[in-house]
Nanobody
Framework: QWQLVESGGGLVRPGGSLRLSCAPSGFTLDEYAISWFRQAPGKEREGVSCISSRGGRLKYADSVKGRFTISRDNAKNAVYLQMNSLKPEDTAVYYC???????????????????WGKGTLVTVSS
């Protein structure tokens, strides 16, 4: 069984920070591009960020540029999403997903992802 597991979600005040982690169960990540998606209550799932298999290419949604940073450590077999200056509108369930293809040049390619995690809830509230 191959699976992704997210961790690091929780309740944080506006302006605060969280770091999410994505780790595999049953395989290694070094040949996969990894994306983060999120789904807020009552809204559709949206792409947040993507990192190429070697970390050389990064992609961010306009809504998180300058606040979120995606990174990976293939030696530790993990991918991270550092979230700073959090806003209430960042509240969502965050999912990581892996693809053997590259980060999509256009859009986020959710339907092309090979593996998904179950998600971790991030709540930004005062």
């Amino acid at each position: 069984q191959w699976q992704l597991v997210e961790s690091g979600g929780g309740l944080v005040r506006p302006g605060g920070s969280l770091r999410l982690s994505c780790a595999p169960s049953g395989f290694t990540l070094d040949e996969y591009a990894i994306s983060w998606f999120r789904q807020a209550p009552g809204k559709e799932r949206e792409g947040v960020s993507c990192i190429s298999s070697r970390g050389g290419r990064l992609k961010y949604a306009d809504s998180v540029k300058g606040r979120f940073t995606i990174s990976r450590d293939n030696a530790k077999n993990a991918v991270y999403l550092q979230m700073n200056s959090l806003k209430p509108e960042d509240t969502a369930v965050y999912y990581c997903a892996a693809t053997f293809r590259a980060c999509p040049a256009t859009g986020w390619g959710a339907r092309s992802m090979d593996y998904w995690g179950k998600g971790t809830l991030v709540t930004v509230s005062s």
